[in-house]
C-alpha cells in the first residue's frame, strides 16, 4: 500500500486522463475481470475448511461408593465363585491367582470405579442395571458441560454418541434427545463396535458435519458399559478386560461459529484415522465371541502387539508430514533414502514428535501400551504423566480416556496458549486415530474437573 501511494503521488494529470480513456476502451474486459475476481474470491469463502472451536469439555466422576480397590474386586470374585456364579476350575483355581496378578501389574490404583450392578450379591447384570449405569455417565457429563457453557440444548444442531459393546433400542443419542428435548432436525449418530479408538472417530465425524451445516454446535459423548460386558468364564484372554475397565465418559462441546473462538479452549487442527481391518490379524485381534462353555467376552490374540505397533506405525507417518517441523522431515528423508538404496542395516529414524506438540494424550489401554509408546516416541515421564495417572485414578475408560488425560493437564495448570495437543487411541478392527489440537488461551481447569478431589495426591509413583 505505501508502494501505491508513492506510484499515485507522482501522477500527473495527463496520467490520469490517460488511465481513464484506458478504462473506457476496456470497460467489457474490465468488467470481466471484476465479476471473476469477486465469484472466485465468493467460492473460496463459502468452501474454505470451517475452523471447529472446542468449547469445553466435561469427564464422568462417578460417586464416591463405587470405588473399588484390589482387595475388594479378589474378595468379592471369591463370593462371586463360592456362589457358583462364576465357573470353577478345580481345587487349585489358577484363574484366581491370574486374575490378581494382571490386576497387581496394570497401573490401576485403589480407587477406581465400577457400576453399582457389579457391586450387588448376586451381581445385577441386566438391561436395566446396564441401561442405568450408561444413563448416569453420559447424562452427568452432558449436563455439566451444558452447565459449564451455558448453551441451550436447542442450540445443537448435531450429536456423536459412542459406545463399543452396549447399544440398546432407543439408542444412546436418543436418550439424549429425549432427556434435553433437542431440536426435530438435528443430525444425530450412533457409533458402536468400534473400539477404545471410537472418540477420535466421533471427533472426525463431528468435524466433518461441521464443515456442511454452518452456525451450529456439535456435541459428542463417548462412553462404554462395564455391567454388561463382565466375563465370568474361564478364557484368560477375556478375564483380561475384567481387570482393566472401568466407569467413565465424557462429553465435548465444538463450535463452527467465529464468536465462539474468545471462549473456546482448543482449536482442532488434524484428525488422522488409520483402519487396518482389511488385515485377517488386525481384524480378529480383539473380538466379542463366545468361549467355549457360550459366555460372551472380548478374545485378545496373541498378535494383538504386532498389529497394534504396525498399525501405529501407520498413523504416525501420516501424521509427522503434517506437524513436524522442516529439519525433522528432511532428516527422515534422509534416513530412508540411505536405508533404502545404501545400507538396508541402517535403523529406521523416529522423529522428535516433542519438537511438534507440548502435550501427549496416550490412550491409557494399559502399563504396557503407555510403555511402549514412552520407550519408541523417546517421550520423557513428564509427557506420559497425565496417561499414567489416568489409568491409576480411573482405569481403562475406553474411548473417553484422553478426555480425563487433558483435563489432568488442564488441572495441573500446564496447557499455555498456543500449546498443542496430540491424542492418541487404538481399538478393536484394528484402527489407530489420532487428533491435534492447539489451546487458544491459557486454559484453566472447568468447574466439576474430576481431578479436583484428588488433585494433590497426584502424580503418585505406580510400584509394578
Excluded at 485378545?300 to 498399525?311: E, G, H, Q
Aim: glycine share 6%.
Amino acid at each position: 500500500m505505501a508502494a501505491i501511494a508513492m506510484k499515485a503521488s507522482r501522477l500527473s494529470t495527463q496520467d490520469l486522463h490517460s488511465f481513464n480513456l484506458y478504462l473506457e476502451k476496456n470497460s467489457t474486459s474490465l468488467t470481466m475481470f471484476t465479476i471473476s475476481l469477486i465469484l472466485g474470491w465468493t467460492l473460496y469463502i463459502m468452501n474454505r475448511p470451517k475452523p471447529v472451536y472446542l468449547v469445553d469439555f466435561c469427564c464422568y466422576l462417578p460417586p464416591s461408593n463405587l470405588k473399588v480397590s484390589v482387595k475388594k474386586i479378589m474378595s468379592h470374585v471369591r463370593v462371586i465363585r463360592e456362589q457358583g456364579m462364576w465357573a470353577k476350575t478345580g481345587e487349585h483355581d489358577y484363574l484366581m491367582d491370574f486374575v490378581e496378578k494382571i490386576l497387581e501389574r496394570s497401573g490401576l490404583g485403589q480407587e477406581t470405579y465400577i457400576p453399582e450392578g457389579l457391586h450387588c450379591l448376586p451381581l445385577e447384570q441386566t438391561m436395566a442395571g446396564s441401561r442405568k449405569e450408561t444413563t448416569d455417565v453420559i447424562l452427568g457429563a452432558v449436563d455439566n458441560v451444558l452447565r459449564n457453557t451455558g448453551i441451550s440444548p436447542s442450540d445443537i444442531g448435531i450429536l456423536v454418541v459412542n459406545s463399543s459393546t452396549f447399544n440398546p433400542t432407543p439408542s444412546l443419542a436418543t436418550i439424549i434427545v429425549n432427556k434435553y428435548k433437542l431440536r426435530d432436525n438435528i443430525k444425530s449418530l450412533n457409533l458402536g463396535g468400534m473400539g477404545c479408538s471410537a472418540g477420535v472417530i466421533a471427533l472426525d465425524v463431528a468435524k466433518s458435519l461441521l464443515q456442511v451445516h454452518r452456525n451450529t454446535y456439535a456435541l459428542v459423548v463417548s462412553t462404554e458399559n462395564i455391567t454388561q460386558n463382565l466375563y465370568l468364564g474361564n478364557n484368560k484372554s477375556m478375564l483380561v478386560t475384567n481387570c482393566l475397565f472401568r466407569v467413565g465418559g465424557a462429553a465435548v462441546l465444538l463450535s463452527n461459529m467465529s464468536k465462539d473462538r474468545k471462549r473456546a479452549k482448543y482449536k482442532l487442527v488434524h484428525t488422522v484415522r488409520v483402519h487396518t481391518g482389511s488385515d485377517d490379524r488386525s481384524y480378529g485381534c480383539a473380538t466379542q465371541e463366545d468361549d467355549e462353555d457360550g459366555l460372551v467376552g472380548v478374545s485378545l490374540s496373541k498378535d494383538l502387539p504386532m498389529v497394534a505397533a504396525r498399525t501405529l506405525k501407520i498413523n504416525i507417518a501420516t501424521l509427522g508430514p503434517l506437524v513436524l517441523p522442516i529439519r525433522e522431515k528432511l532428516r527422515f528423508f534422509v534416513t530412508f533414502v540411505r536405508k533404502k538404496f545404501f545400507d538396508p542395516k541402517i535403523k529406521h529414524y523416529m522423529p522428535d514428535f516433542k519438537l511438534a506438540f507440548e502435550h501427549f494424550c496416550i490412550h491409557a489401554g494399559g502399563r504396557a501400551l503407555i510403555d511402549e509408546l514412552e520407550k519408541n516416541l523417546h517421550l520423557s515421564p513428564l509427557h506420559v504423566e497425565a496417561s499414567r495417572m489416568t489409568l491409576h485414578r480411573f482405569g481403562n475408560t475406553s474411548s473417553s480416556s484422553i478426555w480425563y488425560e487433558l483435563a489432568y493437564t488442564e488441572a495441573k495448570g500446564r496447557m499455555k496458549k498456543g500449546d498443542r495437543i496430540w491424542q492418541i487411541a487404538l481399538g478393536s478392527g484394528f484402527k489407530c486415530n489420532s487428533s491435534v489440537w492447539v489451546a487458544l488461551r491459557n486454559v484453566k481447569p472447568s468447574a466439576n474437573n474430576p481431578w479436583e478431589d484428588c488433585l494433590h495426591k497426584y502424580p503418585v509413583e505406580i510400584d509394578i
